[in-house]
């Protein structure tokens, strides 16, 4: 069956449909999840937090749209497992220098409603390899030197090219600098 | 807010993505084994619900007249009214009443069932203040009961072991003791030693998936599958056959209205069996000396969407697409806002009623229950011994495994090898920059061996360049494709999916048009809100491409006049395309 007709039957509740999304998705949601635990957590960890996310499809199947599956499941896969690492070995952990990020705007939450799109907006136009490394950092909380190591670059190499990816966001982030296309 | 919670709820476009040793089938399992009950948190409905309404067809068989006792029929069954279900919307619509699906009102089975249930929901609600797991340091996948008392049953602590034997002694009972997952018809019938007992199910395009669901170490199971009407027209089937002495935790939900039917009827192996027709679900009842068995059917004499209960249409949904909207119009008037929801919501609502499914008559519901054979399965569950399945479910759990299996290291190199030699045989392409768009950022990937929704053939090749971001915001995407009519990809199909794809297009309602790019034939539709895309084959180089805008403020025009531009020039891979 094609997603469409899945989705739809997933809506009737559908078990089989379930399934369908299971077969179809834990590549990519594992990849997530492996990419948040991988190395602090067991892979056992790692299934039944990739469980709990089509478990959550399940709970949740009138929530996504069509066409949005695939980012519905990565949103939450990302969210199980932070929360999972977190409970479990109090990580991701920012270092001191990560705080300065304290953005801010005249509403006081800038990263609310149509800001978050903002935000992902601003993350695509890092461009290579910074948008990759802002994302292992900040998406997966992957450390300095695990990044290092996956990209073949050196721990401080990488933390300046996140620094420089924070700079760089917090003036994309600031209301007025956006509305004026000065990305 | 710190960084890392930044990102909450959001999912960017082209994650970095490694490989990972998550395995699927073992989520799969998980997956099953929670949607059945068998981990965590206290459930509202039994193991395997779905709609539909029993009968009491027991009557006929035990040669008692039960109507008369009852207000209605379905009392017998009753469990819960009104049910609570995930779905609370479709609890107020419909006033669901749940029904247990092995045994009734008197027989051990039901009245097993219930006490277990009464018990199941105290202790959680007493275990609610305080969460069992965290109070003794566990993980909640944790439990010191063996397996089949915490995954077929939700018993997870001794204590409530201790209770579940207390209550399956008390009415003469046995629990399953394993279960395991299966894909094929044949796979069923060789578990339980039969003949084949379905005589319509529907296979999937790879023929291979025809009947699925769970068998248990006693022979009862769970069958899903599809059934063909006729034309064209496709019902689901969720069936259950549970062996008699054996406790088992499942049930269904009715559905309470005037317009429903109930009817005995005659098969034509031989059973007689009872028949229930409701506006949006149906049941096939009967049972043997040594099995209930249940037919649900996922329809009914008259399937409906009703879009007052639909969250893709309340007002929080209105109001998050109107803001969507007015970030690509931000001029319009709050006139043009309602009239361009009006036309998402009608458009919404005409998809929804298009993807019922269809609704069957009494003639047809009769014919679905000529498909069963219920007489290979009342010899089967004949009130002597259970079948013995036991030996089979290891047998099914590796054939589950292989079916699900992620490719070999060897695998894994060809297909890089073979991604490599068709990258060096293709022309790179260069899509000239979108004025807004020259910040923005590029990627690619290839997909290989892919079977795409609108292609009946096994995809070939394809190559996607992304642009993403910019003052425009949203996605353009530009992707070109190879396709083979056979596996030595030496026959190439391409031309005929542009068709394929054009017709794909068209069922979807969408309004396509003709196009001619650089005098090569394609179309360009767009949905009218976010989406447009054009595609053209290009004769000279065998390629299809596909121009794609997603929120990116194009509609048909646009992205007719973007493909216009995409100039096709040799260009040498700058780096390798890595593989996704």
């Known amino acids: 069956m094609d997603e469409t007709t899945a989705l739809a039957r997933l809506r009737r509740g559908d078990e089989r449909a379930l399934e369908w999304f299971v077969s179809r998705y834990t590549p990519y949601v594992g990849a997530i999840v492996w990419s948040i635990v991988g190395g602090r957590l067991t892979v056992q960890d790692g299934e039944e937090i990739a469980a709990d996310v089509f478990l959550e499809l399940w709970r949740s199947r009138e929530k996504p749209r069509e066409g949005a599956v695939r980012g519905y499941l990565g949103a939450i896969a990302r969210s199980r497992a932070i929360d999972r690492l977190r409970r479990e070995t109090g990580q991701p952990e920012l270092e001191y220098d990560e705080l300065d990020l304290a953005v801010e705007g005249p509403e006081g939450d800038l990263l609310a409603g149509e800001d978050r799109e903002a935000l992902l907006a601003a993350v695509d136009a890092l461009g290579p390899p910074d948008r990759e490394i802002f994302l292992r950092r900040y998406y997966y909380g992957q450390s300095a030197p695990e990044i290092g190591q996956r990209l073949g670059m050196k721990p401080e190499a990488v933390r300046q090219r996140l620094k420089r990816g924070r700079d760089l966001l917090r003036r994309m982030l600031t209301k007025g600098a956006f509305e004026s296309g000065n990305i | ?580």
């Open chain 2, 1 to 580: 807010m710190e960084i890392f919670d930044m990102f909450d709820g959001l999912c960017p476009e082209d994650l970095p993505l490694d490989d990972s040793p998550i395995d699927t089938s073992r989520v799969l399992g998980l997956v099953r084994a929670e949607v059945k009950g068998a981990r965590g948190k206290p459930r509202r409905l039994g193991r395997a619900v779905r709609t539909g309404l029993i009968a009491a067809a027991v009557a006929a068989f035990m040669g008692v007249t039960a109507y008369a006792a009852y207000e209605f029929f379905i009392d017998k069954y009753v469990i819960e009214q009104p049910a609570t279900l995930e779905t609370e919307e479709e609890a107020a619509e419909r006033s669901w009443t749940r029904v247990s699906l092995t045994g009734y009102q008197g027989t051990p089975e039901y009245e097993a069932y219930t006490e277990w249930e009464a018990y199941e929901s105290d202790w959680w609600e007493k275990a609610r203040e305080n969460d069992p797991w965290q109070a003794l340091g566990v993980d909640d996948s944790w439990h010191e009961t063996p397996d089949n008392y915490a995954y077929l049953y939700n018993a997870y602590f001794q204590e409530q072991a201790d209770a579940l034997d207390a209550i399956v002694e008390k009415y003469g009972l046995t629990l399953h003791q394993a279960e395991a997952p299966y894909y094929q018809s044949k796979d069923l019938y060789e578990a339980l030693g039969t003949e084949p007992f379905f005589s319509e199910p529907v296979a999937d395009v790879n023929g291979d998936w025809d009947v699925s669901g769970y068998i248990y170490d006693d022979g009862s199971f769970k069958a899903e599958f599809d059934e063909n009407l006729s034309g064209d027209r496709t019902v689901s089937i969720q069936m259950f056959v549970n062996a008699k002495g054996s406790f088992a935790t499942i049930s269904g939900v009715t559905e309470l209205t005037e317009d429903c039917e109930a009817w005995q009827y005659t098969t034509k192996s031989g059973r007689s069996v009872d028949l229930y027709l409701a506006p949006n679900s149906a049941e096939i009842m009967t049972e043997s000396e040594g099995a209930y068995m249940d037919v649900g059917v996922l329809s009914g004499s008259a399937p409906s969407f009703d879009p007052s209960t639909s969250p893709q249409l309340n007002e929080e949904e209105k109001r998050y697409w109107i803001e969507n909207l007015l970030k690509r119009e931000p001029d319009l008037t709050e006139a043009e806002q309602e009239a361009a929801w009006q036309a998402h919501y009608d458009e919404t609502v005409a998809r929804e009623q298009s993807l019922l499914p269809p609704a069957i008559t009494r003639e047809e519901l009769e014919t679905i229950a000529d498909s069963v054979d219920f007489a290979v399965l009342a010899d089967r569950f004949d009130g002597t011994a259970h079948p013995d399945t036991a030996d089979m479910l290891p047998v099914l759990k590796v054939r589950e495994a292989e079916r699900f299996s992620r490719p070999s290291a060897d695998e894994i190199t060809e297909l890089e090898a073979a991604s490599e030699e068709v990258i060096a045989q293709w022309d790179i392409f260069q899509l000239t920059p979108l004025a807004g768009y020259e910040d923005a950022f590029l990627s690619g990937h290839r997909l290989d061996g892919h079977t795409l929704e609108w292609a009946d053939q096994p995809a070939g090749d394809v190559v996607t360049r992304q642009y993403m971001g910019g003052n425009g915001g949203g996605v353009i995407e530009l992707s070109w494709y190879r396709f083979y009519a056979d596996e030595g990809r030496t026959v190439s199909a391409t031309a005929e999916v542009l068709g394929s794809a054009r017709e794909f297009y068209e069922e979807q309602g969408c309004s396509v048009s003709e196009l001619e790019v650089n005098g090569c034939e394609g179309f360009v539709f767009s949905d009218g809100t976010h989406e447009a895309q054009a595609a053209w084959y290009d004769a000279e180089r065998d390629l299809l491409f596909m121009l794609g805008a997603y929120n990116a403020g194009l509609d048909a025009d646009g992205v007719a006049a973007l493909a216009a531009t995409v100039t096709v020039q040799p260009k040498p891979l700058a780096t390798p395309i890595p593989l996704p």
